[in-house]
């Protein structure tokens, strides 16, 4: 089992949170792909991959360490050795034993991004930022998103690594060359398109007709009443044309937004404004982004649509895990988590755009409410909508251990995601940044914890191109 071993090892140092740690990206899998290549027997397989799995669970997603939707996201990713074991028993009569061999290894390009993809996709918390391709998100191969997102560049990363296996397993040495020269031909190129089309993106936004002035705010967990009105005498005197707040930016406001609150805020400093917390709505409780003029008057409401697993929904019923209940009594703040209450839980919303009017013209929004903005699938539905911006409002309150790490993964994917769909994404969050990622991958952003002063907030501004 030293062969996934090693690849989990490998695949930590490539998702730590260092700009130039991704070239590990191209071989933390070369272990266990040979791993998969070499082994036959059943149970060998899916013990390979739990440990595979598991130890690099511990270096990557640590914080969001939950025995429940661990168990479940590494059960949907084993249905790749499943899949490996049942090609190979369907080769064995019909190959030698290196020609089968071999086969696997020109499929586990194929295989291995379909099994990422699908668990990123159908855990109980989403898993997009461990996937393979998410470690170019801060690579000079972020521009060859632009032809598939995520999934092309994951893809990308299993060819590189399959082809260094091919190469291993390869015993005559003119093959072995040849190979060796066509890794660092597709290196190079895939470095050289990604380039053209990051510079295409970044040309096709600047051509982009109107610019509007936005403001963003980042904040600690301790932000008060008193410190929206410094952001408020700042605001005023800056001829912003909208500004955005983080998700439940008061530390112990109550459960739900005061609209009205917010209404007159939006009239006092004369800007457009998107807050987004709790909103009561037909005896529901939805998690919800609101759109208010500066006129005082909402224009819109979307209603979060992808809830996060024990705190906004629990499909268990009355059964509450020991360690969940344990939690409960070390960190008091989860304790109206819809786990421990039926009716604290939400409601999920639909997907739709957001339009607001900015000097005279019409912006569609959507705002992809904290881990909404993982799903990738949702932000391409969006863009088809006719979505000319992201927003992405988070807190982050529940993290501590490991929120840098959490969030450079995050950012990863957004530029990816900005890249893909060539569409610019507004940050602001509660220990979260506040910024803009234009279609580039490049990002603007401030973070307050990155400043030594005694401020709870930090507020980036800004223009962006529609």
């Excluded at 799995?53 to 479940?72: D, F, K, N």
């Amino acid at each position: 089992m030293i062969f996934p071993i090693l690849s989990a090892i490998l695949g930590i140092l490539a998702f730590l949170p260092f700009d130039y740690f991704w070239p590990f990206g191209f071989f933390y899998l070369v272990p266990l792909f040979i791993f998969f290549a070499k082994e036959n027997k059943f149970w060998r397989l899916i013990w390979g991959t739990l440990i595979f799995r598991t130890i690099l669970y511990l270096g990557t997603v640590y914080y969001t360490l939950e025995p429940i939707v661990w168990t479940q996201s590494i059960g949907i990713f084993i249905g790749l050795p499943i899949s490996i074991f049942i090609i190979k028993r369907g080769l064995k009569n019909q190959l030698s034993t290196v020609k089968c061999q071999m086969s696997i290894v020109a499929l586990l390009p194929f295989l291995w991004t379909f099994f990422d993809h699908l668990q990123a996709r159908f855990s109980l918390l989403p898993t997009y930022i461990i996937t393979a391709g998410n470690i170019f998100g801060s690579s000079p191969f972020l521009g060859l998103s632009s032809f598939g997102g995520l999934i092309f560049l994951t893809f990308f990363a299993a060819i590189i690594n399959a082809l260094i296996v091919a190469a291993y397993k390869n015993l005559a040495s003119i093959n072995r060359s040849k190979i060796f020269l066509a890794i660092i031909a597709i290196i190079f190129l895939g470095w050289g398109i990604s380039k053209i089309q990051i510079n295409k993106n970044a040309s096709d936004y600047n051509l982009l007709p109107e610019t509007i002035k936005i403001a963003s705010v980042s904040t600690n967990k301790n932000f008060y009443y008193s410190d929206l009105e410094k952001i408020k005498d700042k605001i005023i005197n800056s001829e912003i044309d909208f500004l955005i707040l983080p998700e439940d930016i008061f530390n112990n406001a109550p459960t739900e937004l005061d609209i009205k609150f917010w209404r007159d805020f939006a009239q006092k400093i004369n800007v457009n404004l998107l807050v987004t917390g709790d909103h009561r709505e037909n005896n529901k409780r939805y998690n919800s982004s609101v759109l208010i003029d500066k006129n005082n008057e909402i224009i819109d409401i979307h209603n979060k649509n992808r809830l996060t697993f024990i705190g906004e929904y629990w499909p268990f019923g009355k059964w509450v895990p020991p360690h969940i209940n344990w939690l409960k009594k070390t960190q008091p703040e989860i304790k109206n988590y819809a786990v421990f209450n039926f009716k604290n839980a939400y409601s999920a919303g639909n997907q739709k755009l957001l339009t607001a009017k900015l000097k005279s013209k019409e912006l569609k929004l959507a705002s992809l409410i904290c881990l909404e903005i993982h799903y990738l699938r949702d932000l391409k539905n969006y863009k088809k909508m006719g979505a000319q911006l992201f927003v992405n409002p988070t807190s982050n309150r529940w993290l501590d251990l490991g929120l840098y790490h959490f969030l450079y993964l995050t950012n990863n994917l957004r530029k990816i995601e900005s890249v893909w769909l060539k569409t610019p994404i507004i940050l602001s969050g509660v220990k979260d940044y506040a910024g803009i990622i234009t279609p580039d991958g490049k990002i603007q952003s401030v973070n307050f914890e990155n400043k030594n002063n005694a401020k709870n907030y930090e507020i980036f501004i800004g223009e962006i191109k529609i």
